[in-house]
């Protein structure tokens, strides 16, 4: 089982970091993985074009839940733009198990979601490669 | 008189004809504890598909020569088969669909458009699969009706006291309710709706997806007016279901979908229809399916439908108290097996459905995790999504032993 | 570039993968002379289901268990391997369904129906096989547009110089045709067609039932809105087609079936769609003949579908010379093959095509008489039906050799 | 070939008996098999409840016209209540070859449409069984 639910990944679940809500922030989405009921909403804060912080709240399986945790360490104090470009592989190098297909939507929605709050608060279009992720929910 | 169980011979002998139970996953024989979603396949089945290709195939209902002749027979006596297994009146009364949702689909769009209206009421449970749900929603919006939901308690039990009110809503044109809940194993009071439908002068439409593949159905007895289930959770292929549906009602309606084979005669300026049951069966149909299925149905014939059913409660029994013994675990539905069928939802503690379905895979037990494609009940019972492990005629107590240690490991690993 | 058609060495290949083709009948080996009908199935496509129901079954989209990880793989594969045989955009626009008949009635029953009402033109043809009029019919009856048929000469060439008449008829929504007629094997002017449509604002539906089984059909190239055919005629299993639609069309279609898989998340009061393709899915599709029509399409591509073309070509010629040895036979359709592909329907004195098929069987060779499911052409080109003879990839010179030999044979038994 | 198409047979076919209309009739009626596109209109003349000629017109396969002829000569001088007793048999029996299912609609065309006629003539319903041969058409 053990190289399933690593500790690394367990801790992440059990001890999400930069969770709950923030009070004020520059850029918000939320997202949903249907399939498993997945959810998470998504805050930032950002100086000068660099996240300062993000934090998240929601709830669904370990690996969305860790995943988004990891994340939120992963993208402090890159700039918006590195931050929008991160590849989902960054997320799954992280979590370091070998994933299904249906498994990999878990992991990436927390990163999905970032993304979609980046875009949205600069008004940047989303990229044409999300129209692939089109089986979850964004708002 | 009650049918004794399948022995352990049996059982041993009917694993035997299921290829797919020789796998192993990560080392381990496959426990596949999914058959609510869909049934696995014996040899016999098949075999007799593979057989029907290499020496019969042919275009059905057309061609003159030998083949035609065997191919049309041979997907006949598949609708015989049906008829049969259902105890239906009529051949003409069995039509071939892909699955269960078609054939549901099917009496919406064609019974359902031509028989309701503004005024009129449809009813349909908070307990439906999205097939015996959506459907009707579609119908309501589409012709002005008003589309009602039975509630359950919290055992899943549906609650019949609403009806009266319902009744005084308009006329009650269409009833649709499950013969057994895919997620929560509960059977609701047949009996109890058709009566009070047939005194509305309703139609009763028996989504019985989940308990033709396990037990005698009998749409006389029942007393219902339409019938849907799927082959592939009745040990035959994909690709094909039926609808069972009353003469009398069959006879006045209009087609569902239209092109060869449905029709009597085709000019520019006017078509006309086939007779029963071909009015319903539009182009090509799933001929070799329709083999596969009769193979199936014969498989569950000569293993005794009354027989698979009491296995099922065996081991529905023995799995609820199995279960009971692993903390934290919380069984959704009917806590005893008297009032259900071999589908047992559970949670456990708050790990999430989805990891303990993972974690019971690296131990080779299938089980499902989610909705279920009942997204209203899960919703209706305050949960997120359910672990779900089904049961049917090759299941064992050692499997069901492999499950229980799968949910201790999941303790272990989630660390609750 | 010319392809060359099959050698002997390479026909004597692929008829071994046929099973059927060692089958005898009244002491001689089958020619099966009914492709058009259905195709006969190579054993590759047929271990290639047996071997996934005996090793990887189980539902899609839902499991996440292993089995449950590789059906769905092996499905969305199978879609993928649609959507580069047809040269598709994007594998969204690959929907699976019964067959052609269904593809069709799905876009009347969501595009046309959504798309078309009074004072609009729905344009067919006189050619066509009833799965691509009778859906017009109901639809143009449904929503009070105007259905106006292209007629053909006498060999079944198109006739288009009706179409300017047609335009000014009122806005035309929506043109189908065939890509190769069933009945005559007369190819349509296509690009013509779908110029003249576009101008219109019309969308065009082909019926590719007869051509993607036997050449290259591209749907970027052919710049059609819809495309539709059959896995059955294409080595693959019943119960299995597919429509190809434009994805900027589909996404704005409402759903056709409703239930499981098409949805997003349902509620008792409202329910969302899922995504494209799924959203045109209801219900557990046709997953095992899906996996079934992928080992079809990897069997074409492997013999290679220029080559079963130049092959259909070839044969198709040497049978028009060899059947215009028949005394009091008469070729219904185009007299060359250039014109056509490998479909020849003739009649033979005033013998009646049933009787014609009948002998013929007790021969072993199996062709079809009748209207062929295109009543309209049949009662066009005055006649009551035909005999027709198609071919595929297994055909022979000595099974046109053996139709011949049979046909004399005819002659002799009916006195003519 | 000679068991399926014998001299009997098509001795019926190329020289139907009672073929072509009469002038005037007691019962009438016209079938179609859609399958084959075989047509044929038998017409009736009764004397004290016995048939006194039944002639067709009508045109399909060898075995629907030649069935079609045998069977004039079949019930020539039979009661009404005799003829619409006569079972399918009977005239699989006069046609003396193997058919397959779909060839049987073919032979017992004739036989229905007359049946019809007579029924018709009386003014009783047709017996239940004929509701299995609801694929051909009776007008
Ligand atoms: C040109 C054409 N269109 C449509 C069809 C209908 O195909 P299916 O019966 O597989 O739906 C056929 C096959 O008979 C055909 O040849
Ligand atoms: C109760 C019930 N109804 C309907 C369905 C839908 O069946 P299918 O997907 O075969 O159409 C299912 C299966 O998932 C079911 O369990």
Known sequence: MDDLYRENLMDHYQHPRH??????????????????????IVQVKL????????????HGCAISQAATSMLTELVQGLTVDEAA???????????????????????????????????RSAGTPLPAEWGDTDEMVWS | MTVSPLTPTDLARIRADFPILARELHGQPLAYLDSASTSQKPQQMLDAMTSFYSTSNANVHRGVY??????????????????ALLNAPSRREVIFTRNTTEALNLVAKTYGVQNCGPGDVIVSTVLEHHANL????????????????????????????????????????????????????????????????????????????????????????LDVDFLAFSGHKTLGPTGIGALWGRESLLADLQPFLTGGEMIRSVKLERTSWNALPWKFEAGTPAYAEAVGLHAAID????????????????ITDYALGRLAEVPGLRIIGPQTAAARGGVVSFVLDDVHPHDIAEILDRHAVCVRAGHH?????????????T?????????????IDRLVAGLLDVRRVMGV
Chains 1, 4 share one sequence.
């Not at chain 1, 922030?25 to 249907?34: L, V």
């Open chain 2, 299 to 314: 498989y569950l014939q000569a293993v005794g439908l009354e027989a698979i059913d009491a296995h099922e409660h065996a």
């Open chain 1, 85 to 119: 470009a991160l590849p989902s592989q960054a997320i799954l190098d992280e979590l370091a198990i070998p994933l299904s297909a249906m498994r990999v939507k878990c992991a990436v929605l927390g990163l999905g979601t970032l993304k979609l709050a980046l875009h």
């Open chain 2, 66 to 83: 030998t083949l035609g002749v065997e191919s049309t027979d041979a997907f006949e006596a598949a609708r015989d088969a049906v008829a």
């Open chain 2, 373 to 385: 494609c009942t997204q209203p009940l899960i919703e209706r019972l305050g949960l997120a999504a």
């Open chain 2, 134 to 221: 959506v459907p009707w929603q579609v119908l309501a919006e589409q012709t002005g009706a008003t589309l009602r939901f039975l509630d359950i308690d919290d055992e899943g039990n549906l609650q019949l006291d609403a009806l009266d009110a319902i009744a005084r809503e308009g006329n009650v044109k269409l009833v649709a309710v499950t013969h057994q809940s895919n997620t929560l194993g509960v059977r609701p009071p047949v009996a109890e709706i058709v009566a009070w439908a047939h005194a509305q002068g309703a139609v009763v439409v028996l989504d019985a997806a989940q308990t033709v593949p396990n037990r005698p159905v009998d749409v006389q007895a």
């Open chain 1, 47 to 58: 100086t000068d074009g660099t996240i300062e912080e993000m934090r998240f709240t929601g």
């Open chain 1, 19 to 40: 969770h709950g809500p923030m009070a004020e922030c520059d850029a918000e989405a939320e997202g949903q993985n249907p399939l498993c009921g997945d959810q998470v």
């Open chain 2, 387 to 399: 672990v779900r492990a089904s049961f049917y005629l090759t299941t064992t107590e050692a499997e």
